[in-house]
């Protein structure tokens, strides 16, 4: 069997660190230091801002006069909230608008839409009726104001007169 052995209790290795007396390093934060400067410059304006009103306060009194009665107090509120009801407030718009669906919008609509469609997204192939029963399938690359440029599968542009478009078709979606 084995011999056991007494060991000590205290560690084997020492180290000696000694205590901080100071800082060792410093933070600073730029936001910070602006946000101080910040409240500096808006403690300096506003006491600019109230000595300036007490100069006019004074001056007011004394060249108006202060409103003694409660009964033209009530007045003047009331003039205050007739003021404020005929402004108009602007009628409020929503932030998004409500786009019509593919389907519902006409061939003006959609060869906009398609020649407008987002950059970050890869063209979508389309098959373009003319009047004479001609359908072509390609990409809508330009739009002018009478005429709408298509790039077909094999490569080939063409332009086509937008009176003459019945009707436009997304392939692939």
């Known amino acids: 069997m084995r011999k056991k052995t007494a060991r000590k209790e205290s560690p ?3 180290q000696h660190t000694p205590p901080v007396k100071e800082n060792m390093q ?3 934060s730029a936001k910070k230091a602006q946000r101080v400067k910040q409240k500096q410059r808006e403690e300096i304006e506003r006491t600019a801002m109230l000595e300036s009103k007490k100069e006019k306060i004074s001056e007011d009194d004394s060249a108006i006069g202060m409103i003694e009665t409660p009964a033209a ?7 205050y909230h007739v003021e404020q009801a005929e402004q108009e407030t602007p009628v409020r718009q ?3 608008r409500k786009l ?5 919008m006409d061939v003006e609509e959609k060869l906009s839409y398609l020649f407008n469609f987002p950059k970050q997204l890869p063209p979508v192939a389309c098959i373009v009726t003319v009047a004479d029963g001609q359908q072509f399938r390609g990409f809508i690359i330009g739009k002018a104001d009478k005429t709408v440029t298509v790039k077909l599968m094999d490569g080939e542009e063409i332009t086509l007169y937008t009176k003459k478009i019945n009707e436009v078709k997304m392939v692939g979606m």
């Not at 019509?100 to 519902?104: G, L, M, T």
């Open 26 to 28: 410093t933070i600073f």
């Open 12 to 14: 084997l290795l020492f």
């Open 100 to 104: 019509k669906s593919f389907r519902d």
């Open 94 to 96: 929503p932030a998004f």
């Open 73 to 79: 107090v009530r007045d003047q509120i009331h003039e």
